[in-house]
């Protein structure tokens, strides 16, 4: 039985408390097209290819964590951007994108999802917020750098990079996903064993090695893939429609 677009997504909306973030994109409904939902279909980003997996999976809802408009970015509906869009509206699919308030939740989110996947006690977040974008836990064990990152490699499928004595002892862990290196401050600052995210700059070994910190880069998609699934397994649970999943590869 097709749910109303604007029933869903009010919802979800209040679910990911949208209005509790300052974001760098617009939360919630980007592209308006068909007023019903019957099938959703999820992804990491509203890239071209997962436009056309949701045609051909005949979704009237593309639920994603990259969507578009961000900041900073030319407004004008041209290029990649423009072509996207078309195709949306052409078949009829509206687009909503959660970003941080996907990140931030304390059952859905990347970070939550990420920490189960990987067998993580959650002991704090790695801020003082309500709702903090990156967490804090103690992994299953004591596992060394080289097993933790063995163990990330196995359930991300991903081989990720390591930065410290793979020897180490790991007792307490934290973690951010996507592109939170610069994040490993706030991890310094807690006293942790290792910080876990998706991607890494140049500043970022220098950072690990001076506050005595292992580091793990883990992949920017590998480490968003979880969120956005288990929020449109929540949603089609909650209304009653078809849901799948599409997972784009991506290195990064």
Sequence with gaps: MPVSLQQLLHYTDNLLQINAFSDYCPNGLQVEASQTVSKIVSGVTASAALIEAAIAEKADLLLVHHG????GEAPALTGRKGK????LMRHNISLAAYHLPLDAHPQLGNNSQLGQL?????TGGLDDSERPIGLIGKPAGQPTLAELGSLV???LQREPLLIGDVSRVISRVAWCTG???SYIDKAIERGVDCFITG???EPT???ACEGGIAFIA????ATERYGVKALGEHLANQFAVDHTFVDIANPV
């Design 205 to 207: 070994f220098h950072a």
């Design 118 to 122: 990987l067998g993580f006690e959650v």
């Design 199 to 201: 991607e890494v700059s």
């Design 218 to 221: 883990a992949g920017h998609h």
């Design 84 to 87: 996207r869009i078309q195709q």
């Design 179 to 181: 592109a939170a290196q």
């Design 68 to 71: 578009y408009f961000w900041k």
């Design 153 to 155: 490699a196995g359930q």
